[in-house]
């Protein structure tokens, strides 16, 4: 570890005075939103030349994607490690502790890192006035570069193209799925959504798109012929699917390639991990290797290896509480079809959203037999329980409001039988906010 006393100046002594800065002075999207996001990589490049280039020192893979970047990024991480390489792994937003965000071989960076770092780039922070997230990017690229570790897997906050990890030149870039998200800075159509995420794509750099989607497949196509990089379909390569004892099963060409035991992991995991063994099969023409053991090895125990949390994530049983940070329609189909598979009496919902999103469509398809407890993130970016409330009534979907997440899951405990679902989410923050994640 460095020594903060090295520098001139200390300007921060304790972890909690950092987290106080960085969560009270730095514009941070996850809190006020639009205000902080910056299409622009000016200050990234700014402060990766003020840390000495930390981006070039590591090898990498890009993620970008609407839903599925996060888990895809941790089975990455999570099979490299079992292959036996120093992985980093960088993430976004946490749910519990600002550390999560960066990792070395699924533990999390430690405080005093932070607290040096900080202390390092605040004359930076007083001329150039980064965003929360492009400081965090460029703690996690000096992290990486300091530990030395063999490859790192960087999944980008929002976007693509002006995204604050764009600044790496990846061994392969993944793209995973595209959907209606964040369009007010994005793009009002699929395909310019498409076209910011394909952002990452690079010259002469292979990437790997997660599933092939009408309308939207195209984009990648024409930016990859511009880059003249190599694109590959996973879907082309591989499909999944369950079977009747609830094991995913990956086909190669009509062959049983692998079985794995990922229950209970949500069924979208059909969807990313196809784009995750494609990107391996990139990484092994790239002197990467990994055999099929330290794959099954790695997606199997995502959880324990990287510390992964809140994708269908059972928090108890009897009641069954079941938590999962899918926000935007697509993302909330998956969970809807995941509660339809799973054994329950009685639904309960314990629901929250945030206010700068038109969640219209998502009302119209939460189930309307759950009974709903709706609540509020402590946040700004927060949508009022009571406005939620009225909103979702407009949709036949009856409940209370109960402003306070593990309130409200307290109140639903102690309403549902042993045989009943308790389902939390509809925003990042509300699964953020659980006491027991």
């Known amino acids: 570890m460095s020594d903060i006393n090295k520098y001139s100046n200390t300007y921060f002594s304790s972890y909690q005075q950092v987290l106080d800065y960085m969560y009270t002075q730095l514009p941070m999207f996850q809190r006020i939103g639009g205000a902080a996001f910056k299409k622009d990589l000016t200050n990234t490049r700014a402060l990766c030349r003020y840390l000495s280039y930390p981006e070039h020192q590591f090898k990498s893979i890009h993620i970008a994607g609407t839903n599925g970047k996060g888990s895809s990024s941790n089975y990455l991480a999570a099979i490299l490690q079992s292959a036996g390489y120093k992985t980093g792994l960088y993430t976004s937003p946490h749910l519990k502790n600002f550390t999560e965000r960066i990792k070395v071989n699924g533990m999390e960076i430690p405080e005093d890192r932070v607290i040096d770092f900080m202390n390092r780039v605040y004359p930076f922070i007083e001329e150039h006035h980064p965003s929360f997230f492009e400081l965090t990017v460029g703690m996690a690229f000096d992290c990486f570069a300091v530990e030395k570790v063999d490859i790192a897997v960087i999944e980008v906050g929002m976007g693509g193209r002006l995204d604050s990890t764009n600044v790496i030149i990846p061994e392969v870039s993944l793209i995973t799925n595209i959907s209606a998200d964040h369009m007010q800075w994005l793009g009002n159509t699929l395909q310019e959504v498409a076209t910011e995420k394909g952002g990452i794509i690079k010259d002469h750099i292979p990437v790997v798109i997660s599933e092939k989607q009408e309308g939207i497949s195209d984009v990648f196509e024409h930016i990859s012929a511009e880059r003249h990089a190599d694109l590959y379909f996973a879907g082309d390569s591989y499909t999944a699917g369950f079977d009747q004892a609830g094991d995913?099963?990956?086909?190669?060409?009509?062959?049983?390639?692998?079985?794995?035991?990922?229950?209970?992991?949500?069924?979208?995991?059909?969807?990313?991990?196809?784009?995750?063994?494609?990107?391996?099969?990139?990484?092994?023409?790239?002197?990467?290797?990994?055999?099929?053991?330290?794959?099954?090895?790695?997606?199997?125990?995502?959880?324990?290896?990287?510390?992964?949390?809140?994708?269908?994530?059972?928090?108890?049983?009897?009641?069954?509480?079941?938590?999962?940070?899918?926000?935007?329609?697509?993302?909330?189909?998956?969970?809807?079809?995941?509660?339809?598979?799973?054994?329950?009496?009685?639904?309960?919902?314990?629901?929250?959203?945030?206010?700068?999103?038109?969640?219209?469509?998502?009302?119209?398809?939460?189930?309307?037999?759950?009974?709903?407890?709706?609540?509020?993130?402590?946040?700004?970016?927060?949508?009022?329980?009571?406005?939620?409330?009225?909103?979702?009534?407009?949709?036949?979907?009856?409940?209370?409001?109960?402003?306070?997440?593990?309130?409200?899951?307290?109140?639903?405990?102690?309403?549902?039988?042993?045989?009943?679902?308790?389902?939390?989410?509809?925003?990042?923050?509300?699964?953020?906010?659980?006491?027991?994640?």
């Not at 059972?314 to 999962?324: F, G, H, N, Y």
Request: with cysteine; aromatic share 8%; net charge negative.
């Open 248 to 437: 995913l099963i990956i086909y190669s060409e009509s062959n049983k390639l692998i079985s794995l035991n990922i229950q209970p992991a949500g069924y979208y995991q059909t969807k990313n991990i196809p784009g995750v063994l494609k990107v391996i099969d990139i990484l092994r023409t790239r002197g990467f290797e990994i055999k099929p053991e330290h794959i099954k090895q790695g997606i199997e125990n995502v959880k324990s290896i990287t510390g992964l949390k809140g994708r269908w994530h059972v928090l108890s049983t009897c009641p069954m509480v079941v938590c999962d940070v899918g926000h935007n329609k697509a993302g909330v189909e998956f969970i809807i079809n995941q509660i339809a598979s799973t054994p329950h009496k009685d639904l309960y919902m314990v629901w929250g959203a945030v206010n700068d999103k038109d969640i219209s469509d998502i009302l119209t398809i939460l189930p309307k037999e759950g009974h709903y407890f709706f609540c509020q993130a402590d946040i700004p970016r927060a949508l009022e329980a009571e406005k939620l409330h009225d909103a979702a009534a407009g949709y036949g979907l009856k409940g209370e409001v109960v402003k306070n997440v593990n309130e409200a899951i307290s109140i639903a405990k102690a309403q549902a039988d042993h045989n009943d679902l308790i389902f939390v989410g509809g925003s990042t923050f509300v699964v953020a906010e659980i006491a027991d994640l």
